[in-house]
Nanobody, 123 residues
Framework: QVQLVESGGGLVQAGDSLRLSCAAS????????LGWFRQAPGLEREFVSA???????YYSDSVKGRFTITRDNAKNTAYLQMNSLKPEDTAVYYC?????????????????WGQGTQVTVSS
């Protein structure tokens, strides 16, 4: 069992930056792949970024070049650095953990989810 807690969301202006954190507890953090997803009102949850247990990173086209995912296994924490934020980035952001590291862009692949943190970008 893994528990995930996101933090770092907030209200910012377009062009600003935020760093989201995902703190994990439970089973060994280093053996999991971690993903970030987001969900805006009325829309489906969408893939944002992922980092495998080996450190390989993945990004959606909409955030590539603006967002950076990292992990600190010693702190059991994953991060999502979000730069050059746009109003369309507004959503609830969720952290998720996957035991197998397959199809990391698919929400169904993940075993554990956090409660989410709201990110609002004003124009």
């Amino acid at each position: 069992q893994v528990q995930l807690v996101e933090s770092g969301g907030g209200l910012v202006q377009a062009g600003d930056s935020l760093r989201l954190s995902c703190a994990a507890s439970g089973r060994p953090f280093s053996s999991y792949s971690l993903g970030w997803f987001r969900q805006a009102p009325g829309l489906e949850r969408e893939f944002v970024s992922a980092i495998s247990f080996s450190g390989r990173t993945y990004y959606s086209d909409s955030v590539k070049g603006r967002f950076t995912i990292t992990r600190d296994n010693a702190k059991n924490t994953a991060y999502l650095q979000m730069n050059s934020l746009k109003p369309e980035d507004t959503a609830v952001y969720y952290c998720a953990a996957d035991r197998f590291g397959l199809t990391l862009d698919k929400a169904a692949a993940y075993d554990y989810w956090g409660q989410g943190t709201q990110v609002t970008v004003s124009s």
